[in-house]
Every structure is written in C-alpha cells, then in structure tokens.
C-alpha cells in the first residue's frame, strides 16, 4: 500500500518539526509538507497533495478553523485532523459541523495518532472519547433543534423521516429511550425501533456515532 501523505501546519516550531520526525520513523507516513501558518498551508498545499492535514486551531494569522473551511471547499478529499489543547465544546461542535474529521488533544501519544490517522482514511472521521464526551456535553447544555424536519442525504443514498429527525434529536440532548418516549407521547418499544433505524441508517454504533453524525452532516442547530 501506497504511504498517506501527510501535511503538518503549526506556528511553533519545535512542535512542528518534532511532530513531523516522529511520523516519518513510520513507513506507512510520508511527510509532503510542514507549514508555519495556515496561509502557507494554503499556498503549498496543491503541489504537496496530501491526503491528510494536522492542523494546529490556534496560529497567528489564519486560524485552524478559517483554513479548514478554505481546504474543504477547494480540496474536499483531503481529512483533516485539528491539534489543540482547547477542549471548548464550542469550538469542537463548530469545527465538527464545518466538517473536519478529528480533533484530538496536543498531549497525546504516538500510539493515539496513529489509530487517528488511519480511522480518518478509512472510515472518513475520528474523535476519542474525551472529545466525544465533551462535544455531547455541549449538545445536551445547548439549545438544539432539527436544522430540516424530513432529511435526505443523496451522497449517503438515505433519508430520515420528520420522527426519526425528532429522535435522533433527543438523543444527541442526552435523552434515554423512556425520556424520549415520555418528550413524545410514543411508546419505549416505538422508541426502539426508531433508534434502531437511525443505526441502521447512518452506520453508526451508539448514542456517541449518531450525535457525530448529526454534526457532521449539519442535521441540527445550534
């Protein structure tokens, strides 16, 4: 198998080149870029062509989330991978719904960058449980609501009807199966079952899978 090729964008050096050292001792890792800013992330990244992009969300100019708008619209193939010690469940839902496919903290180990990087070529996204409990805090203490009532999203060939977009809602609010039965004058076993198509529908495994996959693909506002 072909090497994923990998940019690096981050204003602090040492990091920057520390990080790179450590990825290229791995032969399935190839480093086509290290950037200093997102500016220069932007510039050079149509020659490198990676398949990856660590982008640190804090550097001086351009911000991590600013660029990885501005990459996703003109690259949409590339995954990116935002670097941060912020744990703001502001900041990650919003990363998130502009579509970025992991966040991860700057302290983790090799072992953890690794299974991320291979989970965003793979399976499109990646986010660690620490991550994931946060970004489930923030929907559970935020106003959210269906962003669309009925759903259809053509490049996954599925569609939610009007209750599931209502359940899955409820879900992504902390709501277990009795509360959303009670909130919707439905019965447990109608729960269910609702629940159960949403699974089956968007793949995902658990209450945590839905609620990225409702961010993801911008199915709430908040």
Known sequence: MKPVKIAIADDH??????????????????????????????EAIGNAAPDVVLLDLFMKGMDGKEVAGLLLKEYPDVKIIILSMNYSPEHILQLMRVGVHGYLPKDIDQGILSEAIEQVVTKGYYINDDIAQVMRQGL???????????????????????????????????????????????????????????????????????????????????
């Open 13 to 42: 050096k040492l990091f920057r080149q520390g990080l790179g050292q450590i990825l290229s001792r791995n032969d399935d890792y190839l480093i086509v870029l290290e950037a200093a800013s997102g500016e220069e992330l932007l």
């Open 140 to 222: 559970q203490h935020g106003d959210i609501k269906p962003a669309r009532s009925k759903v259809a999203i053509p490049s996954l060939n599925i569609g939610l009807t009007d209750r599931e977009m209502e359940v899955l809602t409820l879900i992504c609010k902390g709501y277990n199966t009795a509360k959303i039965a009670e909130e919707l004058f439905i019965s447990y076993r109608t729960v269910e079952g609702h629940r159960k198509n949403l699974l089956e529908k968007t793949g995902a495994s658990n209450s945590v899978s839905l609620a990225i996959f409702a961010v993801k693909y911008q199915l709430l506002d908040f």
